[in-house]
């Protein structure tokens, strides 16, 4: 056998960030390519210790009964990471722990627009929200573009730019861990797009998902799914007065119109 051709069989595999299991500290992350994702990032100092060390264990127990049964975390598996994570984690963040930059008319925009820049070009989006301390969003990586580099385009433009509108340069703004969870089916990805456009009324911001100003539910984004507040509904259409202000368009403006996340 030519000595090149083991090098050029693993050169030719996948990159981990676009398929398989891996980590970048207190969640591990599985990625399959064509799939969408529910990802949530949030803001620096919003999730108390005691809360990552849980994570943490949690990720190594998944880790070890993967790595004993010699196969990959199973979808139920993931599931189950994913309910765990909706119904303990999320409640620290809806509870406005830490600092709710988000809050701010000004930085939320900035983030929401930044979200939606590059839709339909290195990737889709089937749901968002930008909560006052954390970001959700339902979305499909376009090759070349694998998730981590669409995250870190996001949190970088968004760091920069919204600590100058804070006249705080220089500190932190996001965690630098993000959470992900890889959409096994339409089944799975419709109930990630209505749990990402309900968080702010479960979070009691809110009466109604279309409400929020910034959400796919309150711009009417058009979406693939039958889903409350990320199809093109009556509901989804709606107007609400809570809006005004905020700098975001009822439909995604051509990507050419909007300011560059990578400037």
């Given amino acids: ?129 930008v909560m006052p301390n954390h970001v959700h969003a339902v979305v499909r990586p376009e090759p070349p573009h694998p998730l981590s580099e669409i995250l870190k385009s996001w949190k970088g433009y968004t760091a920069v730019h919204a600590n100058r509108l804070l006249g705080r340069e220089g500190n932190s703004f996001w965690q630098s861990e993000s959470y992900d969870h890889c959409c096994r089916d339409d089944e799975d990805r419709a109930r990630c797009c209505a749990y990402t456009v309900m968080n702010p009324v479960t979070a009691q911001l809110c009466a109604q998902p279309e409400d929020w100003p910034w959400s796919s539910a309150h711009v009417g984004q058009v979406s693939d799914l039958p889903v409350p507040g990320v199809s093109d509904s009556v509901t989804s259409q709606s107007t609400s007065p809570t809006g005004a202000g905020t700098g975001l368009q009822r439909r995604p403006q051509p990507s050419g119109q909007r300011p560059d996340p990578q400037s």
């Avoid at 069989?9 to 529910?38: C, D, I, N, Q, T």
């Avoid at 049964?69 to 993931?78: D, E, G, I, S």
């Fill in 1 to 129: 056998m030519n000595p090149v051709e083991p090098q050029k069989f693993l050169s030719e595999r996948p990159s981990r960030l676009v398929a398989g299991l891996h980590s970048r500290g207190a969640l591990p992350h599985l990625k399959r390519e064509g799939a969408s994702y529910f990802v949530t990032f949030r803001l620096s100092g919003t999730l108390p210790q005691e809360v990552l060390l849980q994570l943490k264990q949690e990720r190594e127990a998944m880790i070890q009964q993967a790595e004993a049964a010699k196969r990959p975390l199973t979808w139920q598996k993931q599931k189950e990471l994913f309910n765990w994570y909706a119904e303990r984690v999320d409640a620290y963040l809806d509870a406005g722990h830490g600092d709710c930059w988000l809050r701010r008319p000004d930085v939320a925009a900035l983030v929401a627009g930044a979200v939606r820049h590059f839709e339909g070009q290195r990737y889709t989006l089937s749901a968002w929200v």
